[in-house]
C-alpha cells in the first residue's frame, strides 16, 4: 500500500514564483503585495453508470458527494508595467479541515432515470448548471458521514488593459480588460464517522468506520476578459473566464481495501466580482466573490480489492467517470504597494545619511 498511497503527493512548490519575483524586482516597476482569507462553499460530485443495460444486464451507478465547504489562507503578490499586469497567489487550508456531510451512494436505473452527461455543449451553445449526471435512482447502498478536507492553490493570471483602464489600483480610469491564467490545486478529502445502509437479506445498517479517503490533482487553463471602473477611493472589478482543465484522483476504499484512479478532462468558467477601497497611498482592501464549474468526463481503472467481483474489477481496461465541481468563496484581503522610489531618487541623499 506505500507505493499506491505515494501516487499522488500535494505538489506544492514555491520556486517558479520565487524566481519570478526575483526577476521582476529587477525592474522598473510596481510591485503590489498582501495577505488573503476566503471561505468556499460548493459541492464535488463523483459519479459512474450507465443507464442502458451493459454485459452483465445492470443499469445503475454509484455517486460520491463531498461538500466544498473550508478556509484558504495565502499571500499574493502583483507584478504591473505600463498595461500588463501578472498575479500570482499561493493559498492553503493549512490542516485537515471539517467540511461537512459527504455522501456514497450505489444505485439502479429505470426506464424513467435521465442521464445528461453534457453540462457545456459548444457545438448547441447549451449550458446545464448541474453537478449530477444521473437522476431518478434507487439507493440499494447508502452511506453518509462526516468530511474533512486539505487543500493546497497555486494561481497564476496575467492581463493586458485597454481604453482607460489602468493595472495600477491606486489610479482612476475605466475599461475592458484580457485575462489568462493557470490554476493547480492538490485536494484530499477523508471519510469518516460513516453509517452505512445495505438493501441485502436481512437489511443492513450501522456504523462502518472510515469509508474512503479521496485525493486529487487538478489543473486548470483559463482565458476571458473583464471590466475595470475606478474612482477616487473605490474600484469594481468584473472578470469571466471559460477554462479547460485535467483532474486525476485516487479513491481508496479502506471497507473494500481497493483503489480508483481517474483521469478526466473537462470544461468549465471561473468568475469574478471584486470591490475594493483604498485606504491610503499605499494600502488598500478588497472584497471578492468568486465562482467556480468544472465539469468533466473520463475513465478510471481499478486495483486491489477484497471480493472476486472487485478483484476481477482490475482486469478491465476501464469505466467511465464524471467529476464536477461547483463552488463559490468569498474572499478578503489587502493590498500593499511597495514605494523604494525615496533610495532610487536621491542616492546621493541616502549615501550621506550612511555616512553619518
Do not use: C
Not at 95 to 104: E, I, L, V, Y
Not at 118 to 131: G, P
Not at 259 to 282: Q, R, T
Amino acid at each position: 500500500m506505500g507505493k499506491i498511497e505515494a501516487t499522488l503527493v500535494p505538489k506544492f512548490s514555491t520556486l517558479p514564483l520565487i524566481f519570478l519575483f526575483l526577476n521582476i524586482t529587477s525592474v522598473s516597476a510596481e510591485i503590489i503585495w498582501g495577505p488573503t482569507a476566503e471561505k468556499a462553499g460548493g459541492e464535488y460530485i463523483f459519479e459512474t453508470g450507465n443507464k442502458y443495460p451493459n454485459l452483465s444486464g445492470i443499469r445503475g451507478g454509484s455517486r460520491i458527494t463531498f461538500p466544498r465547504t473550508f478556509t484558504l489562507f495565502g499571500i499574493q503578490g502583483i507584478y504591473t508595467k505600463d498595461r500588463w499586469e501578472i498575479n500570482g497567489a499561493l493559498k492553503t487550508t493549512g490542516w485537515n479541515q471539517k467540511s461537512g456531510q459527504a455522501r456514497d451512494e450505489d444505485f439502479v436505473l429505470g426506464t424513467v432515470s435521465t442521464e445528461n452527461t453534457t453540462n457545456i455543449a459548444t457545438r448547441e451553445w447549451s449550458y446545464r448548471d448541474s453537478a449530477t449526471i444521473y437522476s431518478g435512482s434507487r439507493n440499494f447502498a447508502d452511506g453518509k458521514g462526516k468530511s474533512t478536507v486539505y487543500e493546497n492553490r497555486a494561481e497564476l493570471y496575467g492581463r493586458y488593459y485597454f481604453q482607460d483602464a489602468n493595472p495600477n489600483y491606486w489610479s482612476n480610469g475605466s475599461g475592458f480588460f484580457l485575462s489568462t491564467g493557470v490554476r493547480y490545486s492538490y485536494f484530499k478529502y477523508l471519510f469518516y464517522d460513516v453509517n452505512q445502509f445495505i438493501e441485502s437479506t436481512p437489511v443492513f445498517y450501522g456504523p462502518i468506520g472510515i469509508g474512503l479517503s479521496f485525493s486529487n490533482d487538478l489543473w486548470e487553463f483559463f482565458a476571458g476578459g473583464g471590466y475595470r471602473y475606478s474612482s477616487g477611493d473605490f474600484y469594481l472589478d468584473l472578470n469571466f473566464m471559460p477554462s479547460f482543465g485535467r483532474i486525476k484522483t485516487r479513491d481508496f476504499h479502506v471497507q473494500r481495501s481497493i483503489n480508483f484512479f481517474s483521469e478526466n478532462y473537462g470544461l468549465g468558467w471561473a468568475s469574478k466580482a471584486e470591490v475594493g477601497y483604498k485606504i491610503n497611498s499605499s494600502w488598500l482592501s478588497y472584497l471578492r466573490i468568486n465562482h467556480r464549474r468544472f465539469f468533466s468526463e473520463g475513465r478510471f481503472t481499478s486495483q486491489g480489492g477484497l471480493t472476486a467481483e472487485d478483484i476481477a474489477s482490475n482486469l478491465v481496461s476501464g469505466f467511465k467517470s464524471h467529476i464536477n465541481i461547483k463552488d463559490y468563496s468569498i474572499e478578503i484581503g489587502a493590498l500593499n504597494k511597495l514605494d523604494w522610489s525615496s533610495k532610487s531618487e536621491n542616492p546621493e541623499k541616502n549615501d550621506q545619511k550612511t555616512e553619518e
